[in-house]
T-cell receptor, first 113, second 111 residues
C-alpha cells in the first residue's frame, strides 16, 4: 500500500488563480512533511516543510497539516506559469537518524495563461 | 554553493552490461540517497547511506548495490543491467532532518 497518497493526479488552474494540492499518509509514524517541486529535466527541490499542526505560510505558498488525520495540503495563491511543475509530498519519521523520506506519486500542476 | 552532482547525465547500456552511476556532494552531508523515478510512480528509494560504509536497503534494492568510501561520494552499481532498470536515477543528500538536496538526475536506458 502506498504510504503517502497525493491527489489530484493532475490539476490545471488559470494564471492568478489558486491551486490546492492534497496529501494523506497511512503511516502514523510519519510526523514530518515536506513539499517538493520538480520542473521538467531537473531534480526535485524542496519548497517547504511543515512539522506542526496548522498553517505555515511562505510567500504565495501555504501548507496546512492536520496530524490527527495525517492530511497535508499545499495552496498556491496567484499561480504563475512558472509554477507549472510536478509537486511531491514527502514524509518522514521524527528523529535525525532515520533519514528515510517517503514520496507520494506526485501532482502535475499546469498554470495556463 | 550547495550542490549534488551526478555523472553521467545520460547513459545507454546494453542488457547484461555493468553500470556505474556516480554522485558527489559538497555539503559534507552525512546521509545520501539513491532514488529512481518512473512515470506515475513518483520517487522510489533504492538505497540510503548514513555515512561512509554505512548503507541500508531502501524499498527497491534488488538488482542494485552501492558504495560509499568517502562522505562526499556515493555510487550506484547495476551488475548485469536489465531492461526494466531503464529509468531516471536521482542522487540526493541531507543533514539530519533538514531538506533533501537532489542532483539533476541520470537518464539510463538499457537496450
Amino acid at each position: 500500500q502506498q504510504k503517502v497518497q497525493q491527489s489530484p493526479e493532475s490539476l490545471s488552474v488559470p494564471e492568478g488563480g489558486m491551486a490546492s494540492l492534497n496529501c494523506t499518509s497511512s503511516d502514523r509514524n510519519f510526523q514530518y512533511f515536506w513539499w517538493y517541486r520538480q520542473h521538467s529535466g531537473e531534480g526535485p527541490k524542496a519548497l517547504m516543510s511543515i512539522f506542526s499542526d496548522g498553517d505555515k505560510k511562505e510567500g504565495r505558498f501555504t501548507a496546512h497539516l492536520n496530524k490527527a488525520s495525517l492530511h497535508v495540503s499545499l495552496h498556491i495563491r496567484d499561480s504563475q506559469p512558472s509554477d507549472s511543475a510536478l509537486y511531491f509530498c514527502a514524509a518522514s519519521e521524527p528523529g535525525a537518524n532515520t533519514g528515510k523520506l517517503t514520496f507520494g506519486h506526485g501532482t502535475i500542476l499546469r498554470v495556463h495563461p | 554553493d550547495m550542490k549534488v552532482t551526478q555523472m553521467p547525465r545520460y547513459l545507454i547500456k546494453r542488457m547484461g552490461e555493468n553500470v556505474l552511476l556516480e554522485c558527489g556532494q559538497d555539503m559534507s552531508h552525512e546521509t545520501m540517497y539513491w532514488y529512481r523515478q518512473d512515470p506515475g510512480l513518483g520517487l522510489q528509494l533504492i538505497y540510503i547511506s548514513y555515512d561512509v560504509d554505512s548503507n541500508s536497503e531502501g524499498d527497491i534494492p534488488k538488482g542494485y548495490r552501492v558504495s560509499r568510501k568517502k562522505r562526499e561520494h556515493f555510487s550506484l552499481i547495476l551488475d548485469s543491467a536489465k531492461t526494466n532498470q531503464t529509468s531516471v536515477y536521482f542522487c540526493a543528500s541531507r543533514q539530519a532532518n533538514t531538506e533533501v538536496f537532489f542532483g539533476k538526475g541520470t537518464r539510463l536506458t538499457v537496450v
